[in-house]
C-alpha cells in the first residue's frame, strides 16, 4: 500500500512539474512555422551511393567540395535545417537532408543544385516527413557548439 501511495505523489508531482514548465511561446511557435502541436512538414531526404563509379579520386574531391558548400549555402538560406552523413552501413546510405520545404517537388529543385547529386555521385529519395518545428533552431545552436566550421 505504502508503495502505490508513493507511485501516486510521484505521478502527482511530476504531472504538476510538467503543466508548469509548459511554457507556450506563441511568437517563436509564429517564426518557426509550428502548428498548433508544436510541428511542421519538412522532406526528408536519403542520399544513396549513385551510379557514378568512373569518377576519378580528383574529380569526387571537386564534387565533394561543391556538395559543402551547397549545404552551408542552403542552410544560410534557411531551406536546409539538417545535414549529416551515416557510418559505414550495407544499405549504402551516405547522409541526409531535412528540408525546410513542405513539398517533394521544392526538395527535388533544392537537391538538383548540389554537384555531387548532378555528377551521380549520389542518388537520392524524398519523402514529406512530419516534425518538431524546433528543427529549425538545429543550425544556430549547432554555431554556438561547433568549435572548427567545416
Known amino acids: 500500500m505504502r508503495n502505490i501511495f508513493l507511485a501516486?505523489?510521484?505521478c502527482v508531482s511530476y504531472t504538476a512539474l510538467s503543466q508548469e514548465k509548459n511554457t507556450?511561446?506563441?511568437k517563436l511557435a509564429k517564426e518557426l512555422g509550428a502548428d498548433q502541436y508544436g510541428m511542421k512538414t519538412y522532406v526528408f531526404c536519403i542520399l544513396k551511393t549513385g551510379s557514378n563509379t568512373t569518377a576519378t579520386k580528383e574529380e569526387r574531391a571537386k564534387y565533394f567540395e561543391g556538395h559543402m558548400a551547397n549545404i552551408n549555402r542552403l542552410a544560410a538560406e534557411?531551406?536546409?535545417v539538417v545535414a549529416g552523413p551515416f557510418m559505414k552501413n550495407?544499405?549504402?546510405y551516405r547522409g541526409i537532408f531535412i528540408f525546410n520545404c513542405s513539398t517533394v517537388e521544392e526538395a527535388q529543385k533544392l537537391v538538383e543544385?548540389?554537384?555531387a547529386v548532378k555528377a551521380k555521385i549520389f542518388e537520392v529519395e524524398l519523402t514529406p516527413w512530419y516534425s518538431s518545428a524546433a528543427l529549425m533552431e538545429v543550425s544556430k545552436n549547432?554555431?554556438?557548439?561547433?568549435?572548427?566550421?567545416?
Open 78 to 80: 534557411g531551406k536546409l
Open 142 to 150: 549547432h554555431d554556438k557548439i561547433a568549435k572548427t566550421k567545416m
Open 8 to 10: 501516486f505523489l510521484l
Open 90 to 92: 550495407e544499405r549504402n
Open 113 to 115: 543544385t548540389d554537384p
Open 24 to 26: 507556450y511561446d506563441e
